[in-house]
């Protein structure tokens, strides 16, 4: 077995295997999630750490946490993405969801170390009017109050497509937010394909430019890992509405160039595209790892 960028294990000259997963839920717990992914053909996950519209986060069980590890080994699962609820928003206007945010990033960061060295993402938050700068500066206090020199997690920021008062639709924005926080070593991004698109980013016709400029304005050793969606909407709409790999406006040829690229090749990928159960992601890994093989 090889294994993707981030291995301790051998080195990026000997990536030979597609690392790619779905989002599933992880309510029967991390064995089971895992037993899941590698039924669709998956050898990596995402999944919600609590509800995604808010609320506690279910309690873990640590015999369930040691038989995930022994699984993971054995069928090569390397790196695993958790993903902050959607409520999850520390650029609020709203003190009340401040304070939610600030207690679920401290409180999912320290889960976090059940599985050690893996990665987290977040959408960086809406400013609600209050405009992109303080923001990015209310953002980057909740980081900076939430991450710790001992963590062993690697917090993604996502890329956004930018829809009402999003931040993070633009490259720049993400690097001012890493930029004001102290423990940089412990950040990182997730670029989803889908979001960038619908950003303008022209990833379909020119992805060799969307991934220099991303590279001169945040830098490659940032992006860890891609969420891999196509999209319903045109380049720039800023709508954000995902599609079935193929089923959108960038296409499956495109796509998968994105996984076969040399600078992205190495990357994990996540697809959440839109599915009536999670079989449908079976057939979407398959194609796209007989894209990246052949």
């Given amino acids: 077995m090889c294994y993707a960028r981030g291995s301790e294990f051998l080195p990026k000259a000997r990536i030979c295997v597609l690392v790619i997963g779905c989002h599933l839920s992880i309510s029967k717990g991390y064995l089971a999630i895992a037993q899941e992914a590698v039924s669709l053909g998956a050898n990596t996950f995402q999944f919600f750490t609590r509800n995604p519209r808010g609320g506690k986060a279910k309690a873990i069980d640590p015999a369930d946490v040691e038989a995930f590890h022994g699984f993971a080994a054995a069928h090569g699962i390397d790196r695993i993405l958790a993903h902050a609820p959607y409520t ?13 945010a600030h207690l679920a990033l401290a409180e999912d960061l320290a889960r976090m170390e059940n599985t050690p060295g893996q990665l987290y993402n977040m959408h960086p938050g ?19 109050e939430a991450l710790r020199p001992e963590q062993t997690t690697t917090l993604l920021l996502e890329t956004m497509a930018g829809k ?7 490259f720049e924005e993400l690097a001012e937010i890493i930029e004001r926080v102290e423990l940089r070593d412990k ?16 990833i379909a016709g020119d992805l060799d430019g969307v991934l220099r400029e ?8 940032r992006l860890h890992a891609i969420h891999l969606n196509d999209s319903l909407n045109p380049r720039g709409a ?6 079935r790999i193929g089923e959108g406006l960038i ?8 996984t076969r690229h040399p600078l992205l090749r190495s990357l994990p990928f996540y697809l959440e595209t839109p599915q009536e159960d999670p079989s449908g992601y079976a057939d979407e890994i398959a194609r796209l790892r007989e894209a990246w093989e052949g």
């Fill in 187 to 202: 950040m990182g991004v997730c670029l989803d394909t889908c979001h960038v698109w619908d950003a303008g980013y022209d």
């Fill in 251 to 258: 296409g499956f040829d495109a796509l998968s160039a994105v």
């Fill in 238 to 243: 800023r709508k954000d509405r995902h599609a």
């Fill in 126 to 144: 809406s400013h609600v009017g209050q405009g992109v700068d303080a923001g990015i500066e209310l953002i980057a206090d909740a980081l900076n």
């Fill in 164 to 170: 009402g008062s999003e931040v993070g639709g633009r």
């Fill in 214 to 221: 991303f590279d001169q304005i945040i830098g490659l050793d």
């Fill in 88 to 100: 999850l928003n520390p650029a609020s206007a709203t003190e009340k969801t401040r304070d939610f």
